[in-house]
Each structure stands twice: as structure tokens, then as C-alpha cells.
């Protein structure tokens, strides 16, 4: 079992940054391909970056590529989201989601590990 926790999130002003954190509970988090989701007000949610157990690999939304950054920290069972240039569309709550199966950034069905999210908002 493993247990998510986001932390990061807030208002910042556009072209601001933030540092998403999503630290984990669990011994198989290591083992986990993990993921960043955000849902906006009255919208589908989404995937934002994902990044493979080992680290060695990493997907971006095209909507993020070169602003945003995905990496982890598996001594510290912890995943970041470091968001640069943050745009008013960016405003959204944030979820991180973890699976130890195959999964890509359109299928949040196979990730079987949610946390609770955490909002961001971007003033314009």
C-alpha cells in the first residue's frame, strides 16, 4: 500500500514559480512510475509530467514542455514538480498518482495510488 501526499501548491503571480512536492508512504514507492495530474475548475483532469520508478525516464504534457520539470528522490520517497513560468491556465488543483503497472499521462485508470492534491493558482 502506499500513501500520497502533495504539498507546494499556492498563489503566485504569472511567470512565478513553484515546487510541487508528493512524498509517499510505502515500500513499493520506489518500484512506482509516478505522475502529476491537475483537474481545473469545471474540466477533465489531466496529466502533467510523468516520470518512470528508475528516474531515467520523463513525459510532459505539451501544454508544460520547458516550464515544467519532474524528478524524484526515491531515498526520500519523493517526487517534485518544479513549475517555471506559471501561466493563469496553469491554475488548477494538482494531484499526484502512483502505479507499479505501465501507465502514460491519458490513462489514469491504471494508477492505482492518489493523493489528495493541492491547489495552484496563477493571478494574471
Known amino acids: 500500500q502506499v500513501q500520497l501526499v502533495e504539498s507546494g501548491g499556492g498563489l503566485v503571480q504569472a511567470g512565478g514559480s513553484l515546487r510541487l512536492s508528493c512524498a509517499a508512504s510505502?515500500?513499493?514507492?520506489?518500484?512506482?512510475?509516478v505522475a502529476w495530474f491537475r483537474q481545473a475548475p469545471g474540466k477533465e483532469r489531466v496529466g502533467v509530467a510523468l516520470i518512470t520508478w528508475s528516474g531515467s525516464s520523463t513525459n510532459y504534457a505539451d501544454s508544460v514542455k520547458g516550464r515544467f520539470t519532474i524528478s524524484r528522490d526515491n531515498a526520500k520517497n519523493t517526487v517534485y514538480l518544479q513549475m517555471n513560468s506559471l501561466k493563469p491556465e496553469d491554475t488548477a488543483v494538482y494531484y499526484c498518482?502512483?502505479?507499479?503497472?505501465?501507465?502514460?499521462?491519458?490513462?489514469?485508470?491504471?494508477?492505482?495510488?492518489w493523493g489528495q492534491g493541492t491547489q495552484v493558482t496563477v493571478s494574471s
Open positions: 510505502g515500500r513499493t514507492f520506489s518500484r512506482c512510475n
Open positions: 498518482a502512483a502505479t507499479q503497472r505501465v501507465a502514460g499521462l491519458t490513462s489514469d485508470g491504471r494508477y492505482d495510488y
